[in-house]
């Protein structure tokens, strides 16, 4: 008799703690399920404190996850198409105008022509470096680059491009300052920050970069005079094809992938890259690099 009545309310428990154990597992296989379906938006939001709850939990969060790169493969597809478009339309148009006898094909036309083709080659090539950074293809060459040297260079070059824009580019840099690098992508990080202030500053205005050194790192700051960029913009300033809504973006002067190639870089020199509020009155982006890399990145 007790044997039997031991084995009953063992029975019974067995199928309470199999109920309790059961239903979670097939909530999340149903969840699963959805998600093999290509169904996003379901929220299962259990409020178990075990395991199970955990399970849960990831369920919810892998969901919420894959909507969200869904989203935003949807928004790079679509903005890629648009900056794509807006060219080849321009180009087409003029073309077209040209074959009608509406325009003369003179020399103000090629080189309105030939400004469209650079643009649209930028852009692709922009896509490309971008795409090859993702999917950690771009080529690094690291050795040891005199940054102050290299920084001089570059904004000598590109000082008088400034003065036609009616900008002040100045520099505040130490004689020497080596560290581990690849010389050619440094150049392209600093050429595209010091683009993105000579496009987007106001003129007149000034555009200042400096270079500060600590024992085992360094930091780049570019710093522009207004227009400024909101808080919540600067967050998303190195996003690719990010585009502020304010005063800075009334000028298209490129599709939004400059920065973010920045970023690529910049993390590629396992360093970072953040925009603040330029005391300026513009923005200021802050480069900080170490002076040696981790022997594993390399």
Not at 127 to 134: E, F, G, R, T, V
Not at 137 to 155: D, I, K, M, N
Not at 162 to 188: I, K, N, Y
Request: hydrophobic share 45%.
């Amino acid at each position: 008799v007790i044997f039997a009545i031991a084995l009953v309310l063992a029975l019974a428990l067995a199928l309470v703690l199999a109920r309790r154990v059961l239903a979670p597992l097939l909530t999340a296989l149903g969840a699963r399920g959805r998600l093999v379906a290509g169904e996003f938006g379901g929220q299962i939001e259990s409020q178990r404190r075990d395991e199970l709850g955990e399970l849960i939990r990831d369920v919810d969060r892998l969901s919420v996850t894959l909507a969200e790169n869904r989203d935003a493969r949807q928004r790079w597809i679509a903005d890629i198409s648009h900056e794509l478009r807006t060219p080849l339309a321009l180009l087409r148009g003029e073309l077209e105008a040209i074959a009608d006898g509406v325009r003369t094909f003179d020399d103000a036309q090629l080189a309105s022509l030939q400004a469209e083709v650079s643009r649209l080659t930028k852009l692709v090539d922009d896509l490309y470096h971008l795409s090859l950074a993702d999917l950690g293809g771009l080529r690094y060459e690291f050795s040891e680059v005199a940054l102050a040297a290299l920084l001089a260079l570059l904004c000598s070059e590109q000082r008088h491009r400034f003065e036609d824009r009616g900008l002040h580019l100045t520099t505040e840099l130490p004689s020497v300052c080596l560290l581990e690098a690849d010389p050619q992508r440094l150049g392209q990080l600093f050429l595209n920050l010091l683009e993105n202030s000579r496009a987007y500053t106001d003129a007149p205005g000034e555009v200042h970069l400096s270079l500060l050194t600590e024992d085992d790192a360094v930091t780049v700051l570019v710093d522009d005079s207004a227009p400024g960029v909101s808080e919540t913009a600067r967050t998303q300033l190195f996003d690719p094809l990010f585009r502020t809504d304010t005063s800075r973006n009334r000028r298209a002067a490129g599709a939004g992938l400059g920065l973010a190639i920045c970023r690529a870089v910049v993390e590629a020199h396992q360093g970072s890259i953040e925009a603040h509020k330029g005391p300026r009155g513009g923005l200021r982006s802050a480069v900080k690099l170490p002076r040696k890399l981790r022997p594993d990145s390399r």
